[in-house]
């Protein structure tokens, strides 16, 4: 029996224009020892093997995950590449390590596909703050708007919406809306929204969710940490407050600010994302240091400690355990309705179409035009 500890978690849940603290929980598997851990990764492969399943991961999840993704012919990467990369992969039962909306947008790409997680729990404090009745409410408001919202919401608030974008190519695609006269009615994240209000000139109306991640990166004290590193670079997830952003060498999205660690010409960085993908980073640019961007400080609720509470509840021994049972196990399998992923996969297809009407080259904003050649990917958290 594994060893689970519950944490309280505390996120910002919009109402009435302005926004309250509500109260979540995500449940920690407990650090295995390191003969568990060997043990239990090549319990893992070979059931992998024997349930012909394949492994997609986020780069937010535990590091072994991560490893054994790509070592067993999965992937890690963004939400997005998760779900196309699920969706394009022979395997018909898809194991997703990473939060619920992730499971989802995996099933609405590929309905005809068994799609399994770890923990059903793991959710997303954006999601949690963009209950869809609230949010049609909102919509049904504003008729005269366009609803462009955010990888990081439900199935069922995808299927309301006009289009759904990701933190790189949302700026394209509201600079496209504005371009031909669009309002815009943004969700749910208010600091991506502002960035990318601040950068396109766009009419848009912003649900006023927010990461609990990331909102808790502190632009006083990156300041002063610049101050210590001067040679440093400062790569920056958009989902980030704006006293942050401002501070940013490159502003991208996870696989953006990889990309970017690897090419640009720096030897140190400081990164305000979540600390998960540090483990990606130092793969993929060896020998450069990385330093995580100051946030408040750990704390009892883990709001300040720059890892995602719902990312952590994915685990080796939750894993392997469904992977043993997934014949018979109902709890861990994503199922979304047959109408609301008719509707959302137009939402999802508009960016994909999108996307590759531009050769899925995104163009930076225009203080991010030195930076240009790293921008050749899409990916939204
Ligand atoms: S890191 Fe933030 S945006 Fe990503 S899943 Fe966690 S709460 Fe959601």
Redesign the pocket.
């Known amino acids: 029996m594994q060893t689970l500890e519950i944490k309280p978690v505390e996120y910002e849940h919009p109402q009435d224009g302005a926004s309250c603290v509500a109260h979540a929980w995500a449940r920690t598997p407990a650090t295995p020892t390191a003969d568990q851990r060997t043990a239990l990764k090549a319990r893992i492969k070979q059931l992998l093997v024997e349930r012909e399943a394949v492994l997609v991961a986020h780069y937010?999840v535990d590091a072994d995950l991560q490893d054994l993704a790509e070592e067993t012919g999965g992937c890690v990467s963004d939400s997005l590449e998760m779900a196309r990369f699920g969706r394009d992969h022979a395997a018909r039962t898809l194991i997703v390590a990473g939060?619920r909306f992730m499971g989802e947008t995996a099933k609405i790409l590929s309905p005809e596909k068994r799609i399994l997680m770890p923990d059903l729990d793991a959710t997303?404090?954006?999601d949690l703050g963009c209950p869809v009745d609230e949010f049609t409410a909102f919509c049904d408001q504003h008729p005269d708007r366009t609803v462009v919202v955010y990888a990081?919401t439900s199935a069922a608030v995808k299927a309301r919406a006009d289009w759904m974008v990701t933190s790189s190519i949302g700026l394209d695609i509201v600079k496209h809306l504005h371009a031909q006269g669009k309002k815009i009615l943004w969700a749910p994240d208010k600091h991506l929204g502002g960035y990318i209000q601040k950068e396109t000139g766009a009419d848009m109306l912003l649900w006023q969710g927010s990461?609990?991640?990331?909102d808790e990166f502190k632009g006083v004290e990156l300041d002063l940490l610049k101050e210590q590193y001067p040679d440093a670079k400062v790569l920056v997830h958009p989902?980030s407050p704006a006293n942050v952003v401002a501070l940013a060498d490159v502003v991208g999205s996870t696989t953006q600010i990889i990309n970017a660690a690897v090419e640009m010409d720096a030897d140190t960085f400081i990164v305000a994302t979540?600390n998960g993908i540090l483990h990606k980073m130092q793969a993929a640019a060896p020998g450069k240091k990385f330093i995580v961007a100051p946030t408040a400080g750990n704390s009892a609720t883990c709001k300040s400690c720059a890892h995602?509470p719902?990312?952590a509840m994915n685990g080796l021994q939750n894993l392997a355990d469904l992977l043993e049972n997934m014949d018979t196990v109902t709890s861990n399998e994503i199922f979304v309705d047959a109408e609301i992923g008719q509707q959302a996969v137009v939402a999802i297809n508009r960016m994909l179409d999108f996307a590759a009407a531009k050769k899925a080259k995104v163009q930076p904003g225009p203080d991010l035009g030195q930076e240009a050649q790293l921008f050749s990917g899409i990916g939204p958290?």
């Open positions: 937010y939060v997303c404090s954006l990081n990461c609990l991640v990331h989902e979540d995602c719902w990312m958290a």
